[in-house]
C-alpha cells in the first residue's frame, strides 16, 4: 500500500459498541503529510483512530498501516506509531524522564537510549526544567507536553494526535501547534490528528477528514480551502429591503435568521466599497464583522447535507 | 515554555523485538514497591521469621545445642521444620500484607489514572501487560518464601556436620512457595482490577483472609469437625503444607488436604480467568 503513496488504507471498517454505530462503511486512504480530523462531539474520530492503531477490533471491514495489517500486526504497527490519547493518561508518582525513558523501554529502546532520548523529546517540547518534577505537580497544559514527549520518544513514522490542545490556554495552543507543524517539517512525520476546533486544523493541516455520525462525509485540501479568494463578512443595514438584496447581489448576498447579510467579499476588493455602496444606495451599516473562516463553512455545509441526507 | 529553536531531532537507533517484552513493567513495579514508603520496615519484619528459623537450623545441628532441640518440637525433623517456617502465623500475616503493599495498586493505579491506553499505544498485547504486573507480586512474593527457604537449606548444609535432608523438604520448598505466590498474586490482581479504589481491594482482600478464618473456626469448634478448616484461606495452606512436606497423621483420613490443594488451584485458575476477562473488557 505504501508502494502506492498510502501510509494508511482502510476498507468497508464498520465498528459498534453494543448497539451504537461508532463507525459506519469507512473507506479511508491517506498518503503522507498532515491530517485534521474533524468532527462534531461523537462524530466518531476517537474510535476510528483506536481502530487504526488496533485498541479495537471492527466488526467489519480491513485496514492496513504502512503495508501492515491492522488485525494482525497490531504490535508491529504500534513500534511505528506514536499515539498521544485524548485522555488524561499519565502513570502517577514518576517523574517526567522516567515515565517517557520507560515508554521508550517498553517499545524496544535500549535502556540508555532511551533515557537519553527521554533528556531530548522532553526539551523539544520544553519540559526539560520540569522533567524531574513529579507529574502528579503538572498542569493540564505541561501534561498535554508530556503526552506528546511520550509519542515522540520512539521516533516514529506516524504520529496519531487526539485532541492535542485540549484543555490548553491560547499561548500553549499555539505552541502546540507550532510544535506540530515542526515535528512534520523537521521530522518529516506523518501526523493525523483529531480536534473539534477548525482553526487549529486549519492552522497545521493539509488535508482534513471530515467525519459525522461514524462516517467520513468529505475529504478537503486545506490549501484549497484557504485558497478561495473572498472572505465572508456579516453586514447589519438600518433597513434590509429587497433593494439592498440586489445592491450586495454581486456579493452572493443571503440574508441569514438574524437580521444580517452574508457576504463574499472578493480579496482583491476593499472592504471600504461595501461601506461606499451602502452609502450610495441609501443604506447605514450599523454593524459590519468578519464571518466564519472558509473551513467552518465548508464543515457547516457538509455536516447540514450529512445530517439532512 | 517555548519550542526549542533547536527544532526536532530524529533517533537514528534501532528498536528492538525482545523476547520479554513485558520486562520493563515488572522492572518498573519492582523499582515503585521498593521506593514505597515504608517499604524496607516490611521487608525486614518479612524476613524475621527467617533468621529466627536459621537459628532454629543451626540449634538442630549441633550436638552440643542437642538438650535444646529435644525442648522444641517444631525442630524434630527437617520436614515439620520446613512446615512450620512457611506456615507460621506471623510470616503468613507478613506475606499477606506484603502482597497487599506490592500487589493492590498494580492495575486499580493504571485503571484510576487511565493509563492502560499509554502502555497498550507500545507493542504489548493486554496480556503482556497482565505479565508484567503480576511477575512483580510474583517476585516479592518468592523473595519472601521461596528464597529463604533454599537460604535455610543452605544455612543446614553449611552448619551440618554430615548433611542430609530430605527430597521431600527440597521439592516442597519449590512447589509450596510457588503455590502461595501464584494464589495470592492472582487473588490480589484480581481485585486491583476489579476497582480503581485501592481502599476496597484492601478491605476486601484482608477481609476476606481473616473472615474466612475467623467462620471456619467458629464451624470448627462449634462441630468439632477440622473438615470445615477448608473454608480458612490460611487453613488451606496449613492444609496444603502438610500434604507437600508429609507432616500429617498417617493413620487419619487426609482427604480434606488434598482437597485444599485442588481448591486452592482451583481458585488461582478462577482468578486468573477473571484477570484476563475483566482487562480484556477494559477500555483503552
Known amino acids: 500500500m505504501e508502494k502506492n503513496n498510502y501510509i494508511i488504507k482502510l476498507k468497508e471498517i464498520d465498528f459498534s459498541y453494543e448497539n451504537v454505530i461508532a463507525l459506519n462503511n469507512i473507506n479511508l486512504s491517506i498518503r503522507r503529510g498532515i491530517y485534521g480530523l474533524l468532527g462534531p462531539n461523537g462524530a466518531g474520530k476517537t474510535t476510528l483512530m483506536k481502530v487504526i492503531l488496533g485498541f479495537l477490533k471492527p466488526q467489519k471491514g480491513e485496514g492496513s498501516i504502512l503495508d501492515h495489517d491492522i488485525k494482525t500486526f497490531s504490535k508491529k504497527i504500534r513500534r511505528l506509531i506514536g499515539y498521544m490519547p485524548e485522555i488524561d493518561s499519565i502513570i502517577p508518582d514518576m517523574d517526567a524522564i522516567s515515565i517517557t525513558a520507560y515508554m521508550g523501554e517498553i517499545t524496544g529502546m535500549p535502556k540508555h537510549e532511551a533515557i537519553k532520548r527521554a533528556h531530548e523529546v522532553l526539551f523539544y517540547v520544553g519540559l526539560e526544567d520540569e522533567r524531574y518534577r513529579s507529574v502528579n505537580t503538572y498542569s493540564t497544559g505541561m501534561r498535554q507536553r508530556l503526552k506528546l514527549a511520550i509519542a515522540l520518544v520512539h521516533d516514529p513514522d506516524i504520529l496519531f494526535l487526539d485532541e492535542p490542545t485540549s484543555g490548553m490556554d491560547p499561548t500553549s495552543r499555539l505552541e502546540m501547534l507550532k510544535l506540530i507543524k515542526d515535528i512534520s517539517k523537521k521530522g518529516a512525520k506523518n501526523i493525523i490528528f483529531s480536534s473539534h476546533i477548525l482553526s487549529d486544523i486549519e492552522a497545521v493541516g493539509e488535508k482534513v477528514i471530515i467525519m459525522n455520525r461514524g462516517k467520513i462525509i468529505s475529504i478537503e485540501d486545506i490549501q484549497g480551502v484557504n485558497s478561495v479568494k473572498y472572505e465572508t463578512y456579516e453586514i447589519k443595514l438600518n433597513n434590509i429591503t429587497d433593494k439592498a438584496l440586489k445592491v450586495f447581489s454581486n456579493f452572493d448576498v443571503k440574508k441569514t435568521d438574524k437580521g444580517y447579510l452574508l457576504l463574499k467579499i472578493p480579496t482583491n476588493i476593499p472592504v471600504y466599497e461595501i461601506f461606499k455602496i451602502a452609502k450610495d444606495n441609501g443604506f447605514y451599516i450599523r454593524e459590519f464583522k468578519k464571518s466564519k473562516t472558509s473551513l467552518e463553512e465548508i464543515f457547516i455545509k457538509r455536516i447540514g447535507e450529512n445530517n439532512a441526507g | ?284
Do not use: C
Open chain 2, 1 to 284: 515554555m517555548p519550542v526549542r529553536e533547536e527544532g526536532y531531532h530524529k533517533w537514528n537507533g534501532k528498536l528492538k523485538e525482545k523476547f520479554i517484552n513485558w520486562f520493563p513493567i515488572t522492572k518498573n513495579g519492582i523499582s515503585y514497591v521498593y521506593h514505597k514508603k515504608k517499604s524496607k520496615l516490611l521487608f525486614y519484619f518479612a524476613s524475621m521469621p527467617f533468621f529466627l528459623f536459621l537459628i532454629a537450623i543451626y540449634v538442630s545441628e549441633k550436638p552440643e545445642l542437642r538438650m535444646f532441640k529435644n525442648l522444641i518440637k517444631q525442630i524434630q525433623t527437617d520436614a515439620l521444620l520446613f512446615k512450620t517456617y512457611y506456615t507460621n502465623g506471623f510470616l503468613m500475616f507478613m506475606l499477606v500484607i506484603l502482597t497487599l503493599f506490592a500487589g493492590a495498586e498494580l492495575i486499580s493505579r493504571d485503571l484510576r489514572y487511565k493509563s492502560l491506553s499509554l502502555y497498550l499505544s507500545r507493542p504489548l498485547t493486554k496480556l503482556d501487560y497482565l505479565k508484567g504486573k503480576f511477575s512483580t507480586i510474583i517476585f516479592y512474593l518468592l523473595l519472601f518464601t521461596l528464597l529463604p527457604g533454599y537460604l535455610l537449606i543452605l544455612a543446614k548444609f553449611l552448619f551440618a556436620e554430615h548433611f542430609s535432608i530430605s527430597i521431600t523438604v527440597v521439592i516442597g520448598s519449590f512447589f509450596y512457595p510457588l503455590l502461595f505466590s501464584m494464589f495470592f498474586s492472582s487473588f490480589i490482581l484480581m481485585l486491583s482490577s476489579f476497582s480503581p479504589s485501592s481502599r476496597f481491594i484492601n478491605i476486601v482482600f484482608i477481609g476476606t483472609y481473616f473472615v474466612s478464618d475467623i467462620i471456619a473456626k467458629i464451624l470448627s469448634n462449634i462441630f468439632h469437625i477440622s473438615f470445615y478448616n477448608i473454608i480458612s484461606i490460611k487453613e488451606l495452606f496449613v492444609n496444603s503444607a502438610k500434604l507437600i512436606f508429609g507432616v500429617y497423621d498417617k493413620s487419619r483420613n487426609i482427604v480434606d488436604l488434598y482437597l485444599s490443594i485442588v481448591i486452592i488451584l482451583l481458585l488461582t485458575i478462577v482468578f486468573f480467568v477473571t484477570i484476563f476477562f475483566k482487562i480484556k473488557k477494559a477500555e483503552v
